[in-house]
Protein backbone atom coordinates (compact mmCIF):
# COMPACT_ATOMS: atom_id res chain seq x y z
CA UNK A 1 0.00 0.00 0.00
CA UNK A 2 1.63 3.20 -1.03
CA UNK A 3 0.63 6.90 -1.43
CA UNK A 4 -1.07 6.30 -4.66
CA UNK A 5 -3.64 3.90 -2.78
CA UNK A 6 -4.19 6.64 0.24
CA UNK A 7 -5.03 9.06 -2.59
CA UNK A 8 -7.37 6.71 -4.37
CA UNK A 9 -9.43 5.89 -1.19
CA UNK A 10 -9.87 8.81 -0.34
CA UNK A 11 -11.45 9.69 -3.19
CA UNK A 12 -13.47 6.91 -3.63
CA UNK A 13 -14.94 8.52 -0.26
CA UNK A 14 -15.57 11.56 -1.80
CA UNK A 15 -17.42 10.40 -4.98
CA UNK A 16 -18.77 7.13 -3.39
CA UNK A 17 -18.72 5.64 -7.24
CA UNK A 18 -15.98 4.27 -8.85
CA UNK A 19 -16.70 5.54 -12.05
CA UNK A 20 -16.43 8.97 -11.09
CA UNK A 21 -13.41 8.25 -9.20
CA UNK A 22 -11.38 6.67 -12.03
CA UNK A 23 -12.75 10.14 -14.01
CA UNK A 24 -10.91 11.75 -11.29
CA UNK A 25 -8.20 9.54 -11.18
CA UNK A 26 -7.84 9.82 -15.52
CA UNK A 27 -7.50 5.94 -15.32
CA UNK A 28 -9.47 3.29 -16.67
CA UNK A 29 -12.13 1.29 -14.18
CA UNK A 30 -10.26 -1.98 -14.70
CA UNK A 31 -7.55 -0.27 -13.60
CA UNK A 32 -8.76 1.10 -11.06
CA UNK A 33 -10.93 -2.33 -9.91
CA UNK A 34 -7.29 -4.14 -10.52
CA UNK A 35 -5.68 -1.79 -8.03
CA UNK A 36 -8.00 -2.32 -5.49
CA UNK A 37 -8.25 -6.37 -5.62
CA UNK A 38 -4.64 -6.00 -4.92
CA UNK A 39 -4.98 -3.84 -2.17
CA UNK A 40 -8.00 -6.43 -0.67
CA UNK A 41 -5.33 -9.63 -1.10
CA UNK A 42 -2.84 -7.74 0.74
CA UNK A 43 -4.74 -7.34 3.42
CA UNK A 44 -6.74 -10.29 3.13
CA UNK A 45 -10.57 -8.43 3.09
CA UNK A 46 -13.28 -7.01 1.48
CA UNK A 47 -12.92 -3.12 1.16
CA UNK A 48 -16.10 -1.83 -0.43
CA UNK A 49 -20.00 -2.88 -0.45
CA UNK A 50 -20.61 -2.40 -4.15
CA UNK A 51 -24.08 -1.30 -5.30
CA UNK A 52 -26.05 -0.71 -8.75
CA UNK A 53 -26.03 3.15 -8.12
CA UNK A 54 -22.35 3.56 -5.82
CA UNK A 55 -20.64 2.02 -3.26
CA UNK A 56 -19.79 2.45 0.59
CA UNK A 57 -16.59 1.21 2.76
CA UNK A 58 -17.02 -2.37 4.81
CA UNK A 59 -16.20 -1.78 8.24
CA UNK A 60 -12.79 -3.05 7.59
CA UNK A 61 -12.38 -0.15 4.75
CA UNK A 62 -13.35 2.57 7.07
CA UNK A 63 -10.37 1.38 9.24
CA UNK A 64 -7.77 1.20 6.08
CA UNK A 65 -9.17 4.58 5.06
CA UNK A 66 -8.84 6.34 7.94
CA UNK A 67 -5.15 4.84 7.73
CA UNK A 68 -4.88 6.37 4.51
CA UNK A 69 -6.53 10.18 5.01
CA UNK A 70 -3.56 10.23 8.38
CA UNK A 71 -1.05 9.03 6.07
CA UNK A 72 -1.90 11.95 3.42
CA UNK A 73 -2.04 14.59 5.94
CA UNK A 74 1.34 13.31 6.89
CA UNK A 75 2.89 13.18 3.84
CA UNK A 76 1.89 17.04 3.57
CA UNK A 77 3.08 17.77 6.64
CA UNK A 78 6.19 16.48 5.57
CA UNK A 79 7.06 18.10 2.49
CA UNK A 80 5.86 21.09 4.30
CA UNK A 81 8.89 20.54 7.28
CA UNK A 82 11.26 19.57 4.39
CA UNK A 83 10.76 22.04 2.33
CA UNK A 84 11.05 24.81 5.16
CA UNK A 85 14.22 23.16 6.49
CA UNK A 86 16.01 23.87 3.09
CA UNK A 87 15.69 27.82 2.44
CA UNK A 88 14.05 30.96 3.86
CA UNK A 89 12.36 32.76 0.73
CA UNK A 90 10.69 36.21 0.40
CA UNK A 91 9.98 38.53 -2.52
CA UNK A 92 6.81 38.94 -4.80
CA UNK A 93 4.93 36.59 -7.01
CA UNK A 94 2.95 38.23 -10.03
CA UNK A 95 0.02 35.76 -11.71
CA UNK A 96 -2.39 35.45 -13.66
CA UNK A 97 -4.99 32.89 -13.39
CA UNK A 98 -8.07 32.00 -15.18
CA UNK A 99 -11.26 32.95 -13.19
CA UNK A 100 -12.67 29.10 -13.59
CA UNK A 101 -9.28 27.75 -11.85
CA UNK A 102 -9.09 30.89 -9.39
CA UNK A 103 -12.72 29.69 -8.50
CA UNK A 104 -12.07 25.99 -8.11
CA UNK A 105 -8.41 24.92 -7.73
CA UNK A 106 -6.47 28.18 -6.54
CA UNK A 107 -6.81 28.09 -2.98
CA UNK A 108 -4.91 25.42 -2.10
CA UNK A 109 -2.31 25.87 -4.03
CA UNK A 110 -1.48 29.22 -2.26
CA UNK A 111 -2.68 27.72 1.21
CA UNK A 112 0.10 25.23 0.40
CA UNK A 113 2.67 27.47 -0.96
CA UNK A 114 2.15 29.96 2.12
CA UNK A 115 2.52 27.67 4.47
CA UNK A 116 5.72 26.84 3.08
CA UNK A 117 7.16 30.54 2.28
CA UNK A 118 4.78 33.17 4.37
CA UNK A 119 7.33 35.93 3.81
CA UNK A 120 6.62 35.88 0.02
CA UNK A 121 3.76 38.17 -1.31
CA UNK A 122 1.24 37.35 -3.95
CA UNK A 123 -0.11 39.74 -6.07
CA UNK A 124 -3.09 37.83 -8.00
CA UNK A 125 -4.96 39.04 -10.91
CA UNK A 126 -7.80 36.92 -12.29
CA UNK A 127 -8.87 37.33 -16.16
CA UNK A 128 -10.02 35.60 -19.34
CA UNK A 129 -8.51 33.05 -20.44
CA UNK A 130 -8.43 33.99 -24.04
CA UNK A 131 -8.14 37.88 -23.83
CA UNK A 132 -6.81 39.36 -20.54
CA UNK A 133 -4.07 36.52 -19.56
CA UNK A 134 -2.20 35.99 -22.85
CA UNK A 135 -1.84 40.32 -22.77
CA UNK A 136 -0.35 39.94 -19.22
CA UNK A 137 2.03 37.33 -20.66
CA UNK A 138 2.91 39.27 -22.98
CA UNK A 139 3.25 42.53 -21.47
CA UNK A 140 5.26 40.94 -18.74
CA UNK A 141 2.68 42.12 -16.48
CA UNK A 142 2.91 38.54 -14.54
CA UNK A 143 5.82 36.20 -13.56
CA UNK A 144 3.36 33.59 -15.26
CA UNK A 145 0.00 32.63 -16.12
CA UNK A 146 -2.67 29.29 -15.54
CA UNK A 147 -5.16 29.54 -18.22
CA UNK A 148 -7.78 26.90 -19.82
CA UNK A 149 -6.80 26.02 -23.01
CA UNK A 150 -3.77 25.46 -25.04
CA UNK A 151 -1.99 28.40 -26.91
CA UNK A 152 0.95 28.79 -28.95
CA UNK A 153 4.22 30.14 -26.64
CA UNK A 154 7.52 29.76 -27.29
CA UNK A 155 9.25 29.80 -23.92
CA UNK A 156 7.90 27.50 -20.97
CA UNK A 157 4.61 26.13 -21.26
CA UNK A 158 3.13 22.84 -18.28
CA UNK A 159 -0.18 21.39 -19.07
CA UNK A 160 -0.79 20.90 -15.49
CA UNK A 161 -4.38 19.52 -15.51
CA UNK A 162 -6.52 17.20 -17.94
CA UNK A 163 -10.12 17.12 -17.09
CA UNK A 164 -13.18 15.59 -18.97
CA UNK A 165 -15.56 17.77 -21.09
CA UNK A 166 -19.20 16.18 -21.84
CA UNK A 167 -22.51 17.14 -21.43
CA UNK A 168 -24.21 18.44 -18.13
CA UNK A 169 -28.08 18.45 -17.73
CA UNK A 170 -30.45 18.29 -14.58
CA UNK A 171 -31.94 15.17 -16.01
CA UNK A 172 -30.46 11.79 -16.54
CA UNK A 173 -29.25 12.47 -20.13
CA UNK A 174 -30.43 10.70 -23.18
CA UNK A 175 -29.19 11.81 -26.92
CA UNK A 176 -32.05 10.30 -28.81
CA UNK A 177 -33.98 13.09 -26.99
CA UNK A 178 -31.26 16.03 -26.50
CA UNK A 179 -32.03 17.55 -29.72
CA UNK A 180 -35.57 19.03 -28.48
CA UNK A 181 -34.16 20.52 -25.43
CA UNK A 182 -32.23 24.22 -25.61
CA UNK A 183 -28.46 23.61 -25.49
CA UNK A 184 -27.18 26.84 -23.25
CA UNK A 185 -24.15 28.33 -24.57
CA UNK A 186 -21.57 30.22 -23.18
CA UNK A 187 -21.19 32.65 -25.73
CA UNK A 188 -18.02 33.45 -25.05
CA UNK A 189 -16.58 30.07 -25.76
CA UNK A 190 -18.08 29.70 -29.17
CA UNK A 191 -14.82 29.83 -31.05
CA UNK A 192 -12.70 28.13 -28.82
CA UNK A 193 -11.15 24.46 -29.36
CA UNK A 194 -13.09 22.66 -26.83
CA UNK A 195 -16.74 23.50 -28.98
CA UNK A 196 -14.68 22.92 -32.23
CA UNK A 197 -13.98 19.38 -30.85
CA UNK A 198 -17.92 19.27 -29.56
CA UNK A 199 -19.24 20.12 -33.08
CA UNK A 200 -16.95 17.49 -34.70
CA UNK A 201 -17.73 15.19 -32.12
CA UNK A 202 -21.64 15.60 -33.22
CA UNK A 203 -21.55 15.78 -37.23
CA UNK A 204 -19.58 12.37 -36.66
CA UNK A 205 -22.62 10.53 -35.14
CA UNK A 206 -25.49 10.52 -37.84
CA UNK A 207 -27.61 9.09 -35.89
CA UNK A 208 -27.74 12.11 -33.62
CA UNK A 209 -30.44 14.78 -34.51
CA UNK A 210 -28.88 18.64 -34.38
CA UNK A 211 -30.01 20.82 -31.74
CA UNK A 212 -33.26 22.73 -32.53
CA UNK A 213 -32.80 25.49 -30.61
CA UNK A 214 -29.38 27.30 -28.78
CA UNK A 215 -29.25 30.05 -26.05
CA UNK A 216 -26.12 31.87 -25.55
CA UNK A 217 -25.39 33.43 -22.66
CA UNK A 218 -22.57 35.50 -21.55
CA UNK A 219 -21.00 33.87 -18.94
CA UNK A 220 -20.46 29.94 -17.34
CA UNK A 221 -22.09 30.85 -14.08
CA UNK A 222 -25.16 31.86 -16.23
CA UNK A 223 -24.88 29.02 -18.39
CA UNK A 224 -24.62 26.80 -15.16
CA UNK A 225 -27.31 28.43 -13.42
CA UNK A 226 -30.09 27.73 -16.21
CA UNK A 227 -29.03 24.62 -16.50
CA UNK A 228 -29.36 23.50 -13.22
CA UNK A 229 -33.01 25.02 -13.70
CA UNK A 230 -33.49 22.49 -16.10
CA UNK A 231 -33.62 24.92 -18.80
CA UNK A 232 -31.86 22.99 -20.53
CA UNK A 233 -28.27 21.13 -21.07
CA UNK A 234 -24.77 22.86 -21.45
CA UNK A 235 -21.23 21.36 -23.15
CA UNK A 236 -18.60 21.94 -20.41
CA UNK A 237 -15.37 20.45 -18.59
CA UNK A 238 -16.51 18.64 -15.30
CA UNK A 239 -14.97 21.11 -13.13
CA UNK A 240 -17.92 22.85 -13.08
CA UNK A 241 -20.55 20.55 -11.73
CA UNK A 242 -18.04 20.68 -8.54
CA UNK A 243 -20.10 22.14 -6.36
CA UNK A 244 -23.85 20.72 -7.77
CA UNK A 245 -24.11 17.56 -6.88
CA UNK A 246 -27.36 17.62 -8.40
CA UNK A 247 -26.53 17.55 -11.99
CA UNK A 248 -25.40 14.84 -14.36
CA UNK A 249 -22.31 14.97 -16.20
CA UNK A 250 -21.55 12.80 -18.97
CA UNK A 251 -18.13 12.20 -20.52
CA UNK A 252 -17.92 12.20 -24.33
CA UNK A 253 -15.10 10.38 -26.49
CA UNK A 254 -14.16 10.45 -29.63
CA UNK A 255 -14.48 7.90 -32.62
CA UNK A 256 -11.02 6.55 -31.72
CA UNK A 257 -11.98 6.18 -28.13
CA UNK A 258 -9.90 9.41 -26.65
CA UNK A 259 -12.27 11.31 -23.96
CA UNK A 260 -12.80 14.94 -24.96
CA UNK A 261 -11.01 17.17 -22.31
CA UNK A 262 -10.18 20.67 -21.41
CA UNK A 263 -6.59 21.42 -20.39
CA UNK A 264 -4.84 23.52 -17.83
CA UNK A 265 -1.70 25.31 -19.04
CA UNK A 266 0.69 27.32 -17.44
CA UNK A 267 2.80 29.83 -19.25
CA UNK A 268 5.97 31.64 -18.19
CA UNK A 269 9.35 33.37 -19.63
CA UNK A 270 12.71 31.55 -19.35
CA UNK A 271 13.62 34.42 -17.42
CA UNK A 272 11.28 33.75 -14.44
CA UNK A 273 13.19 30.83 -13.13
CA UNK A 274 15.85 33.13 -12.13
CA UNK A 275 13.61 34.54 -9.36
CA UNK A 276 13.76 32.26 -6.38
CA UNK A 277 9.94 33.01 -5.36
CA UNK A 278 8.58 32.60 -8.48
CA UNK A 279 10.33 29.39 -9.01
CA UNK A 280 9.66 27.51 -5.67
CA UNK A 281 5.64 28.66 -6.50
CA UNK A 282 6.23 26.76 -10.07
CA UNK A 283 7.78 23.69 -8.88
CA UNK A 284 4.94 23.49 -6.29
CA UNK A 285 2.41 23.53 -8.83
CA UNK A 286 4.12 21.09 -10.93
CA UNK A 287 5.02 18.57 -8.03
CA UNK A 288 1.30 19.18 -6.56
CA UNK A 289 -0.82 18.28 -9.63
CA UNK A 290 2.08 15.36 -10.83
CA UNK A 291 0.62 13.96 -7.61
CA UNK A 292 -3.15 14.20 -8.44
Known amino acids: MDSRDWLILNIIDEERSLTKTAERLFISQPSLTYRLNKLEKEFDVVLLNRYSNGVSFTPQ ?8 KEMLERLNSVKIHVQNMSESISGTVRIGISTVFAK ?6 LKGYKDRFPNVNIVLK ?12 EDNSVDFIIRRGDMNWSEKKHVILEEPSGIISLKPIDFDNLHLNPWIQDKATVITKADKDFYHWWENRSSLNKPINIIQVNSVEACMEMVSQGLGWAFLPKIHIQNRKNLHFLPLFSHNGEALKKETVMLYRNKALKEPAVKKLIDYILIEYKSI
Open 104 to 109: YRLAPI
Open 126 to 137: TGSSTLELPEML
Open 61 to 68: GEYILSYA
